[in-house]
């Protein structure tokens, strides 16, 4: 299968969501060529490198769709590398190339109940699965913050019990999310789970989930985003050898 060109997207506007979330949105008539229906997968970025080196692409997830548009919320780290120094200066008008989408990562909604697991880097594509969910699903939510200001209201069926944890330096404590999901009571049948986090977080959880013996690996998905001190390209790498 042909992987589409990127294409070239317009900055509509930005948003501060939290201190430590910003939201753009992309759109443009490079947008009349973009699928449907495209909430929760993932782009490509690509950056111009400066002294003709080659560009560089980082990888984020679709939070919304509507016609002619996408956001994209990016975490904003002190030390952040070209995607979230882009975002900061940017201003509406300036253009970006975009490739994808990629596929998207949903949780099995036909399972009894749910557990999602997550970081703000992965708090888009929990948003969506969330807002996604049937309403009488019921199940949690662990999502590890920066700041307790970067709590958002989100979308999620009544019986979703959604657990915000603090982590002020986001890689550190690989333990945060793994504490919480441990207290977590199991509900009774089929639980479908997803979690996304930086690298070091995601082998705690794995190890943890994959011990379970009411939990079938064909229920879990688990995945890094990032991991602390290295770029998306050395993390890709991190990410093969570790499979």
């Known amino acids: ?6 294409r070239e997207l317009t900055l509509l506007r930005k948003a501060q969501l939290t201190p430590n979330m910003l939201r753009v949105t992309l759109g443009g008539s490079a ?3 973009f699928p449907a229906d495209q909430a929760s997968a993932y782009v490509k970025l690509i ?8 560009p560089v692409m980082r990888t984020y997830t679709v939070r919304a769709q509507r016609e002619a548009e996408i956001d994209i919320d990016f975490v904003i780290h002190q030390d952040g590398g070209p995607a979230s120094r882009w975002a900061l200066e940017a201003q509406p008008g300036d253009r970006i190339r975009v490739g994808g989408p990629g596929p998207k990562k949903m949780l099995d909604y036909s399972a009894d109940w749910f557990l999602i697991a997550g970081d703000m880097t992965a708090l888009p594509a929990i948003s969506v699965n969330l807002e996604q969910l049937p309403r009488d699903a019921r199940g949690y939510a662990v999502i590890e913050i920066i700041d307790q200001a970067d709590i958002q209201p989100l979308a999620a069926p009544d019986n979703i019990d959604i657990h915000w944890v603090l982590n002020p330096h986001p890689g550190t404590r690989d333990n945060v999310l793994l504490d919480q999901v441990q207290q977590l009571p199991w509900f009774e049948g089929r639980p479908s789970v997803w979690c996304a986090c930086e690298f070091s977080s ?3 959880l794995r190890e943890h989930l994959r011990a379970r013996p ?3 690996r064909s229920n879990l998905y688990i995945s890094s985003y990032w991991k602390l001190g290295v770029g998306e390209e050395a993390h890709k790498v991190l990410k093969r050898a570790d499979s």
């Open 1 to 6: 299968m042909t992987r589409p060109l990127p």
């Open 31 to 33: 947008m009349a060529e």
């Open 47 to 54: 950056f111009a490198a400066q002294g003709g080196a080659r």
């Open 202 to 204: 995601m082998r705690r």
């Open 214 to 216: 009411e939990l079938d």
